[in-house]
């Protein structure tokens, strides 16, 4: 599980996700585990799901409350359209305050990250520069 990092002045509900299958692929449902915690609000606190970058939800709900005390594990499932990455998009609030907490789903290889030359080169104006290829 990876925890997501906390902003001091949000909802205060920790947030750990793992993402389920090894080697995602496009039209088939991925699982994605959520656990909560540090929920205090005595009325449980508000959390509402949303994706992007191509995924869908699956039969989950959008929006439910999830209750104050020990921690609550919950089960997602998406379904990516494209290869690339998606994200699934997790609001948490209570006490009036809300976080945002965004989880990369990566489907197919990812983006080459542009090899750096790492040389400064001299132009004829004497300025040295750093070239850098272009995708």
Avoid: C, W
């Avoid at 509900?13 to 699982?31: F, L, M, N």
């Avoid at 990455?85 to 080459?112: D, E, M, N, R, W």
């Amino acid at each position: 599980m990876k925890a997501a990092p906390m902003k001091g002045n949000g909802s205060g509900v920790g947030v750990q996700y793992r993402v389920a299958e090894a080697t995602p692929q496009v039209g088939k449902a991925i699982t994605v585990v959520l656990t909560f915690s540090g929920i205090t609000d005595p009325g449980g606190a508000a959390l509402r799901l949303s994706v992007d970058g191509g995924l869908s939800l699956g039969a989950t709900e959008v929006t439910r409350t999830l209750p104050a005390g020990g921690p609550t594990t919950l089960t997602v499932e998406v379904v990516p359209g494209a290869e690339g990455v998606g994200y699934l998009h997790v609001f948490t609030a209570q006490y009036g305050a809300t976080s945002a907490t965004s989880i990369p789903v990566q489907v197919g290889k990812a983006a080459a990250a542009l090899p750096s030359s790492g040389e400064l080169k001299q132009v004829p104006g004497g300025d040295a520069i750093l070239p850098m290829p272009v995708k």
